[in-house]
């Protein structure tokens, strides 16, 4: 369990629950095939039942990391970072975010909105869930909407986030992994049929890479 002078630091984002950190390539999105180094927080409660790292649900598995440590050794790698999780914004990422500025980098963030937003971030990857829907100022922010598509309802829900979001919003559907083959010949009439729409596929899958 986190200690009571651990949650202070934790609080002010001077710790934060580290799943894992890695160097690799972005697999998904706009930002496909470049090089980044992802951060990955511990701590979700949207609760999407077909996540594919549900181990980062509970913060309290993974350790407090010293921000100023993670930040160093993100920006050593690379400058673009990518913060996930689990939900990063359940943290205040204003430390870690303004370190890795300092150190030159861009930030990127994956996530489902459901919390306020928090830090400097230079690009916001949206990914809204039923089960926790986005914050309404969050949706203007948006760089991209990545919508994740499990069966056919998923495209209506898609298309009333799109209604949300800015004209400069990105849109993207993808399938999730386990119902690829069956959805993405789906995806693709949908976006033949409504082309502001672009597929993402998670290729780091196909590449064997984190």
């Not at 002010?12 to 950190?21: A, F, I």
């Not at 999105?29 to 549900?54: E, Q």
């Not at 990391?65 to 914004?89: F, N, R, S």
Request: proline letters at 5%; charged letters at 25%.
């Amino acid at each position: 369990m986190i200690k009571e002078e651990e949650n202070i630091l934790l609080n002010e984002g001077k710790m934060l629950p580290v799943m894992e950190h890695f160097y690799t390539l972005q697999g998904e999105g706009s930002h496909t095939g470049k090089a980044a180094y992802f951060i990955r927080l511990g701590g979700c409660d949207v609760g999407c039942h077909w996540c594919d790292v549900k181990e980062s649900w509970d913060p309290n598995l993974h350790p407090l990391m010293d921000t100023e440590e993670i930040a160093q050794t993100a920006a050593k790698y690379c400058k673009t970072i990518v913060l996930t999780g689990g939900e990063p914004l359940m943290w205040n990422l204003v430390p870690l975010t303004t370190r890795l500025k300092e150190l030159g980098c861009t930030i990127h963030i994956e996530t489902s909105g459901a919390y306020e937003m928090s830090g400097i971030l230079d690009w916001i990857t949206l990914s809204p869930k039923k089960t926790g829907l986005p914050k309404e100022e969050i949706y203007q922010k948006a760089s991209e909407l990545k919508v994740i598509i499990f069966n056919n309802n998923d495209f209506k829900f898609a298309e009333g986030q799109a209604a949300k979001v800015s004209d400069n919003c990105k849109l993207y559907l993808q399938s999730e992994w386990s119902k690829r083959n069956e959805m993405y010949p789906k995806i693709i009439d949908f976006i033949l049929a409504n082309p502001k729409w672009q597929a993402s596929v998670q290729t780091h899958k196909y590449l064997n890479i984190p």
